[in-house]
T-cell receptor, first 110, second 116 residues
Framework: NAGVTQTPKFRILKIGQSMTLQCTQD?????MYWYRQDPGMGLKLIYY???????DKGEVPNGYNVSRSTTEDFPLRLELAAPSQTSVYFC?????????FGDGTRLSIL | AQKITQTQPGMFVQEKEAVTLDCTYD???????LFWYKQPSSGEMIFLIY??????QNATEGRYSLNFQKARKSANLVISASQLGDSAMYFC?????????????FGTGTSLTVIP
């Protein structure tokens, strides 16, 4: 049982580049979430989804976009990478509670 | 105002002793959930314990218990019989229910070091 799978695990981007962080879950959970964790800090919610075709903003959505075309997948898109987006990104899913987290993507923008 | 406040950036505990990690929360909702997660140095987030706002008894999961004081809006984590493997960051989190789905808020964490 894979749970929540995030790819890639590490990535270095140049300022202005774009990329998509992939997240997939095999637990048939309706809820999916994207968080960022800056050094020494807790997690902040970027976007979340309550089901296929439905997404909504969290605390820190600026600079990101998401889509949810299937129950399993919830990709996070960075259109114009900025140094402030250097962080560790976590995807999570849940049906009720608790949330199940992926292992994270460490992203550096240089 | 911060939704979740963890006032202890770092804590030390002797092996086999108990330790309490503090968490206070801010919400005007009647229905909400409180969580604790452990994040070891390897980086993954590990769920420890959950308390619903309507649960009358404090949650317990093995060596973990949640001291829920609703009137004080506190949800402290108690770890009994600390082990070296308990050394990690610990995050308190709250779920608020919205029409559009659940919003989650995390504290800044407490770094726990277990001393042999």
């Amino acid at each position: 049982n894979a749970g929540v799978t995030q790819t890639p695990k590490f990535r270095i981007l140049k300022i202005g580049q774009s990329m998509t962080l992939q997240c997939t879950q095999d637990m048939n959970h309706n809820y999916m979430y994207w968080y960022r964790q800056d050094p020494g800090m807790g997690l902040k919610l970027i976007y979340y989804s309550v089901g296929a075709g439905i997404t909504d903003k969290g605390e820190v959505p600026n600079g990101y976009n998401v889509s949810r075309s299937t129950t399993e997948d919830f990709p996070l898109r960075l259109e114009l990478a900025a140094p402030s987006q250097t962080s560790v990104y976590f995807c999570a899913s849940s049906q009720n509670q608790p949330q199940h987290f992926g292992d994270g993507t460490r992203l550096s923008i240089l | 105002a911060q939704k979740i406040t963890q006032t202890q950036p770092g804590m030390f505990v002797q092996e086999k002793e108990a330790v309490t990690l503090d968490c206070t929360y801010d919400t005007s909702d009647q229905s909400y959930g409180l969580f604790w997660y452990k994040q070891p140095s390897s980086g993954e987030m590990i769920f420890l314990i959950y308390q619903g706002s309507y649960d009358e008894q404090n949650a317990t999961e093995g060596r973990y218990s949640l001291n829920f004081q609703k009137a004080r809006k506190s949800a402290n984590l108690v770890i009994s019989a600390s082990q070296l493997g308990d050394s990690a960051m610990y995050f308190c989190a709250m779920r608020e229910e919205r029409n559009t789905g659940n919003q989650f808020y995390f504290g800044t964490g407490t770094s726990l070091t277990v001393i042999p």
